[in-house]
């Protein structure tokens, strides 16, 4: 195993003393209970929004904490869910009285502990919506879930729903536009090669120098299959194909499209699989009216792409294109 | 080798076909001239400034054509000089009336061809302007070099000049600033891993399970040494002192702070390595007052990364905060 690292045990506290550091402007970290907290939080009359998970996906969690995004962030040890006690200090570091909303993949750990967050801050006068994202279509069940795994629409439900939350818009709407987002998105991602989690010190799987699975998770977990390599142009299809149809998107029809790096994948190849995805999408008379291309949600060093497309309307568009100021994610301001 | 494209000799002119669709708001390619060109260009009275380099190291230069940066971009094949009659064709296209400014990494290649790409431009009665960048400390000469290379410090001098003339500052001037910026500048770099140029199909050097190249180029030409793998404060350290001894930063000085990753390194390292970054400097009473931690100046999937400091003043800082509006680098607006 090489990485840039100290000791294993020590990879997310000093990356979050990093983060602190290079985004004193956007955040603070509370080193204590391991949570990113947006700088002014809490706002009075806002809904804080939160999220969190295991380390390793980075730039989510912890970089899409600012203006117009999340409130807070609780990162895990890498792919490891965060345990409810953070969960439940940063919901109250961003109550504002407006109550508070938990955006959850769907990972059972995940599950299971922002729940029991949830329950602990109601149990101190917080209102807590939750909304749990499953957009992977590759697998239905998998190793870490029941139903569908949560990916790369959650990066999308936060900047959405963040914007929303900045208005003052009411606890229950939030939750519902971040429903919304995660019932019109759908991806499949697919990997290269494996990646290394530091404490372990050796790869998660192992490929063959002609093979790649397709239909990962973001944690190494099996996909749907393990297939031969095959052109971008192929890879593109096979990961487009799945969302398109689980998603019933018909000629005529926008999307915003994320083509995402799992980590270890240069930008040259992630524009070379959005130039075949708009191709496939034109050939449908589908519109990518907006998009995204880049690193969002990672597993570690991991080469491969994910797809994530949401079906868009005037409501989305409008809360996508707002103003946002994070450390991964800014435009507007 | 395992890549996300289709034939090889397509890379570079897919992936541009991709960036066109993705940043159509910001960029248009000329993919006859394998340009890319800011929207509005030319701009009336404003000095133009390009740059341009071999592909694979992404988002530079492309990533950065737009408001307060770049008006073009010339990619050559993957770590190969563009022609000059690329250069000749981007200068045209940004020619305003008030000159251009070529910006050019020392690399024999690229200094021949953007010489005669200007001489070719002046004979069409366009005025231009050259700066060198060569703030590699690693290597006196190099293995494609007459003199120290350009890397990291290129994407600073391409921000802060960009955001000059998008003020109507006459050619000299703007000349002068990135002069300025280079001089004040100094990177380091190192590789944990290989990278394999897609045309040649297999890595472009071989390190062992424990070995890592300390002062690597940006295509994986050789370093200051190979030695054992150490910790990330340790190799930070590597990197860092050359670059404080060189630039001779002296306690109560100010900084702009680049942590880069080469590609293939996940950015919860780099934060790791930023963090180290500012211990050493705070230990030296250096203060960092501006930073970026991402992949900006890359060498396709290498692991490893680069740190770069520019000695800031308050024109740089000044500069350095207006606002740009690029497909890599977006602030302000």
Redesign the interface.
């Given at each position: 195993m090489?990485?840039?690292?100290?000791k294993s045990e020590d990879?997310?506290k000093?990356?979050?003393?990093?983060?602190a550091?290079?985004h004193a402007d956007l955040i603070s970290v509370d080193m204590e209970n391991q949570i990113i907290v947006r700088k002014n939080a809490p706002i009075k009359g806002k809904v804080g929004v939160i999220s969190g998970g295991g380390?390793?996906h980075?730039?989510m969690h912890g970089?899409f904490v600012g203006f117009g995004m999340l409130d807070a962030a609780c990162p895990g040890a890498?792919f490891t869910s965060p345990v409810p006690d953070q969960m439940l200090a940063a919901t109250k570091a961003v109550s504002g009285g407006a109550g508070v909303l938990h955006i959850v993949k769907n990972y059972t750990g995940d599950v299971l502990n922002f729940e029991m967050a949830a329950e602990l801050a109601a149990a101190e006068g917080i209102e807590v919506a939750s909304v749990v994202t499953n957009d992977d279509v590759a697998v239905q069940d998998s190793l870490y879930t029941a139903g569908r795994r949560g990916v790369g629409v959650t990066v999308l439900v936060e900047k959405i729903v963040g914007a929303l939350a900045e208005t003052g818009a009411p606890l229950a709407q939030v939750a519902a536009l971040a429903r919304k987002v995660n019932e019109q998105g759908r991806s499949m991602g697919m990997a290269?090669?494996s990646c290394t989690v530091p404490a372990a010190g050796k790869p998660t799987f192992e490929l063959g120098?002609?093979e790649?699975e397709i239909g990962i998770g973001i944690h190494g977990e099996p996909g749907r299959r393990r297939v031969k390599?095959a052109?971008?142009?192929e890879?593109t299809e096979m990961l487009t194909s799945p969302v398109v149809e689980d998603l019933g998107l018909k000629s005529g029809e926008q999307v915003l499209a994320m083509v995402n790096g799992m980590?270890?994948?240069?930008?040259?190849?992630?524009?070379?699989?959005?130039?075949?995805l708009?191709r496939i999408l034109h050939g449908k008379n589908i519109t990518?009216a907006r998009?995204l291309?880049g690193?969002y949600i990672?597993s570690?060093?991991m080469?491969?792409?994910s797809i994530t497309l949401v079906r868009l309307d005037d409501e989305l568009a409008k809360y996508w294109d707002a103003p946002v100021h994070t450390p991964a994610l800014?435009?507007?301001?």
């Open positions: 090489k990485k840039l690292i100290n990879v997310v000093e990356a979050l003393a990093g983060m550091v290079a380390s390793g980075e730039p970089g890498v290269l090669t120098e002609d790649m390599m052109s971008a142009a890879i980590g270890g994948t240069p930008l040259i190849e992630l524009y070379v699989i959005y130039d075949a708009n990518i998009s291309v690193n990672t570690l060093e080469a491969g792409c800014r435009w507007g301001m």
